[in-house]
Structure formats: structure tokens, C-alpha cells
């Protein structure tokens, strides 16, 4: 229920009864837009009022001209700050009283960032282990190996497997497996050689890969995990009876009915997770996703997606994620996002959409923060010379109060720029409109001044929100001249 349209008694509305009231700090130009879109987004689970601060953009919205103009008579239970807002919110928070939290930094992500009940998705939670495969593992020495830990860790690995290579010598298996314990990592080994998975074993490995209903006998001596594969490809009833041979002495596993690649077997693998969750409804498995990630010539964001979309619907809480190849350079952050989108649409009951950007590497589900006819009202409200660069449907626009131009190539704007004679000012514009059209032709999201976004396949620099921005390229040029 919207609160900022006045009554033709002048008085305002008042609030839904028990619903949460949220106050909408916006500047001139934006008011508009953020008033239509609430408006459309019908029946909430929240009352909102939207509260102009009096600035032009929310660039300029500092926290002493908050303090300043904000008077919350409307009763609001938290406020919600532009996502580009420069201060510290805790500060807000303290003097009015009440939680002041950073929206998204464009309007158009509001309906995402509120759900259904007005607050932001929860991605804090997962249901799935990460196994991360150092597949060279035997060439790598201790220190090397600890290091590629410690980026798999960070990037949201859970365990770190040790990869054995066939006919490949491992000398320092046992002092790589105490090491990482040592160090506080989960560890699995995982070979064909039932010499080398005993070595692990007991130098302590959490897990042991690839055991099968002849090599389980391995697993009874030592306390680590094993993973269990049928003993023939493809023969679940083998993987079956490693499981009752487990299951009879008392140890805890995890079943891999084993995914293969496409044209060898791939459909018919994702039947054998299918049935083997049929078979065995409670035991634990694991997807081993390599085999599409690493051998598919697609962005392995989306194949991850898709595989943990099945991992998700089938409970299969483990997957062992493996980066050879250069495209797939980002896999465990996808697999780590990937597992925490899930998981928050399941437990919504909800598609996969709108809980986090991070697997929309190429493109965007909304690529325009404006239409044309908001840049054509944001572009009349100009008056000074510096130029704005926006995308929306029809192109690249630039505008300032002198002008207002748009063209579907880079090139076709530069002579109507004027800025021939000023070489820094040309080799922003240059920049930042390649940047834009760019990001225009693949349907990516497009924001003056902002690199552009390509998910966990390239994490965008952090930057201090409590600060405002530093003064940009051309202009700190000028005051250096």
C-alpha cells in the first residue's frame, strides 16, 4: 500500500495495520520511475512511502543533508537507501532511530531485492559439500599444493581433493595429506591405486574417492569416508552392492552412480542418478560435474546451473568440481553460488530467477536500467556540459544540456562530442562508450563510470561504500593540468 500519494484531503494515508513499513530515500530525478515501479509491483507484504531528500541525484545524497531534511513522521520500520548512496548507514540507523539499509544501485532490481516480503534473498545457507579436485596434485610440491588450497577455500571449496595421476609417482601424498590437515582442510584422496588411497588413509585424508565393491575392504581399516563407484561402468546393481557391503559393516559413504560426457553415455548417466535415487532414497551422493564443465565447449556457468538445478531435485548434497581447462577458470565460485541460489529457490518453492546475478556472466535479465523515454526525461532535465552515457533498446545514448545523441556504433557518436582538442577528455569518452556498446550489443547492464558486470567470472573490485567516490579520470585530470 503506497503512503506517498496525498489524499484530496491533504492528509496521507495510513498504514497497512501489521504490515512492515519501508521509507524510500530518492532524489529529484528518480522519483518518478521508483514511485511507478513500486506501484506496479500491486498487493505487497509491506506498506512503503516514498521520501524526496531534496538532491538531484543519490550521488549527492550525503548523510549530513540526510540528517538535515529526513523527517520520518510516517512511522517508517526500516529506510532504504539508494544502493550508490556514499556514508555510513549505521550512523543513520543510530541518530533516526531506525535500521537504515543500502537497496540495489538501480531501480530496476528493486522487485528482486525486496521478494516477496520486502527483504533481500537470503544466500547465507546451502545444503551441498564442494569437493575441489587439484587434478595435478603428484607434480605439485607441499607448499604449492597448500596455496592452491587455500584459492579453492576462499573461491568455496569444502574439501580438497587430491587428484592422482595413472602411472604418475605421488612421493609427498602422505606429508601433502598431513600438511592440509595440519592446516585445517578437509581432505580426500582420489586414485585408482588402492596403494595410494591406503597411504592417504592413513596419513588421515577425510575422504577416499573411487572405491568400489571390491576395493571397499580398504575403508574398514581407517576412518576415512569412502565414495563409492560400481565396479563396471554404468552398473548400478555393483554400485548396489558396495552400498550393502557399507551398510552391513557399519560405514558411513557416499554413492557416485558416476556422470559422463556427452556422446559417451551422458544421458543415460543422468538416468543412473535418477534411478539410483529411486533405489536408495536416504544414502548420500555425489555428482562428479567435470565431465560436462571440463568437456563441453559452452561457459561453464550455465552447465553448472543446470547440474546443480538436478543435484538440487535429486538431494544429491556432494559434488566434486574439477578447473584443467582455461574457460572453466571460475568453477567453484559458480558451483558455490550456484548451490546457494538453489537452495534459496527450493526452500521458496520458487524458480532459480532474480536471487543472484552471479551465473549471468554473458548476459542480463534486465540489461536496461532505463527505456528510452526515461532517458528522454532524464536528458531534458540537463543543463550542464557534462556528458551522460546510458544505454536502452535503441542504442547508446549521450546526452548533456547541449545535446542529445544516439547511435548503434561507438564510432558514430565521437564527432558529435566536441572534444577534439581535450586528449583526456576524449580518451574517457572513448572508453566509456566502447564499454557501452560493448555491453549493448551482448544485452549486458551498461553503468556510466562502473565496470561492467560479469558475475563470479570476474568478481568487480571492492569498493567503500561508507566514502564518497573519488573524483573520475577526466576531472582529476583537469585539476592535475
Not at 258 to 285: M, Q, T, Y
Not at 377 to 402: P, S, Y
Request: net charge negative; hydrophobic share 45%.
Amino acid at each position: 500500500m503506497p503512503i506517498s500519494k496525498p489524499r484530496s484531503d491533504g492528509a496521507t494515508p495510513n498504514l497497512q495495520a501489521m504490515a512492515e513499513r519501508l521509507a524510500f530515500l530518492t532524489g529529484h530525478l528518480a522519483k518518478v520511475r521508483l514511485e511507478r515501479l513500486l506501484a506496479g509491483l500491486g498487493e505487497t507484504e509491506f506498506a512503503w512511502e516514498i521520501i524526496d531528500i531534496g538532491v538531484k541525484v543519490a550521488a549527492l545524497m550525503s548523510e549530513e543533508i540526510i540528517k538535515r531534511r529526513l523527517s520520518l513522521t510516517g512511522g517508517a520500520d526500516r529506510v532504504i537507501l539508494p544502493g550508490r548512496y556514499r556514508g555510513d548507514i549505521e550512523h543513520l540507523s543510530n541518530h533516526f532511530g531506525v535500521p537504515f539499509v543500502r537497496g540495489p544501485d538501480e531501480i530496476a532490481d528493486l522487485p528482486a531485492f525486496l521478494g516477496r516480503a520486502g527483504e533481500p534473498p537470503d544466500l547465507s545457507r546451502h545444503d551441498m559439500r564442494i569437493f575441489a579436485e587439484i587434478v595435478d596434485a603428484p607434480m605439485l610440491s607441499v607448499e604449492a599444493l597448500v596455496a592452491r588450497a587455500r584459492t579453492l577455500a576462499a573461491a568455496g571449496a569444502d574439501i580438497i581433493d587430491l587428484g592422482c595421476l595413472p602411472e604418475t609417482p605421488f612421493p609427498l601424498l602422505e606429508e601433502a595429506v598431513i600438511e592440509l590437515k595440519a592446516q585445517g582442510f578437509l581432505v580426500s584422496v582420489d586414485s585408482a591405486s588402492t596403494d595410494e588411497l591406503s597411504i592417504g588413509a592413513r596419513a588421515g585424508a577425510d575422504y577416499v574417492l573411487s572405491l568400489d565393491e571390491n576395493t571397499l575392504p580398504l575403508a574398514f581399516d581407517h576412518k576415512a569416508v569412502p565414495v563409492l563407484i560400481p565396479s563396471t561402468p554404468g552398473d548400478l546393481d555393483s554400485l548396489g552392492r558396495a552400498i550393502e557391503a557399507a551398510q552391513r559393516a557399519g560405514v558411513a559413504f557416499i554413492a557416485d552412480p558416476v556422470l559422463d560426457p556427452i556422446h559417451f553415455g551422458f544421458a543415460a548417466s543422468l538416468g543412473r542418478f535418477i534411478e539410483a535415487r529411486r533405489r536408495w532414497p536416504e544414502v548420500e551422493l555425489l555428482m562428479g560435474t567435470g565431465n560436462l564443465t571440463e568437456l563441453t565447449d559452452a561457459d561453464s556457468s550455465g552447465v553448472t546451473a543446470v547440474l546443480a538445478g538436478l543435484c538440487s531435485e535429486l538431494q544429491i548434497r556432494n559434488v566434486l568440481a574439477v578447473h584443467v581447462s582455461p574457460h572453466t577458470l571460475r568453477t567453484i565460485e559458480e558451483h558455490d553460488i550456484a548451490r546457494r541460489i538453489l537452495f534459496a529457490a527450493k526452500n521458496d518453492g520458487a524458480l532459480p530467477r532474480s536471487y543472484h546475478p552471479g551465473l549471468l556472466q554473458v548476459h542480463d535479465r534486465k540489461p536496461f536500467t532505463a527505456s528510452t523515454e526515461d532517458i528522454a526525461a532524464l536528458a531534458a532535465e540537463v543543463r550542464d556540459t557534462n556528458f551522460r552515457i546510458m544505454t536502452a533498446e535503441d542504442g547508446i545514448h549521450v546526452f548533456n544540456g547541449k545535446g542529445h545523441a544516439v547511435a548503434k556504433d561507438a564510432f558514430e557518436l565521437f564527432t558529435g562530442l566536441g572534444v577534439e582538442a581535450d586528449g583526456a577528455h576524449a580518451f574517457y569518452l572513448g572508453a566509456e562508450l566502447m564499454k557501452a556498446e560493448i555491453a549493448w550489443r551482448l544485452g549486458k547492464r551498461y553503468v556510466q563510470d562502473e565496470p561492467l558486470a560479469w558475475g563470479v567470472a570476474a568478481p568487480a573490485p571492492e569498493t567503500d561504500r561508507t566514502r564518497l567516490a573519488e573524483a573520475g579520470h577526466t576531472l582529476r585530470a583537469k585539476k592535475e593540468r
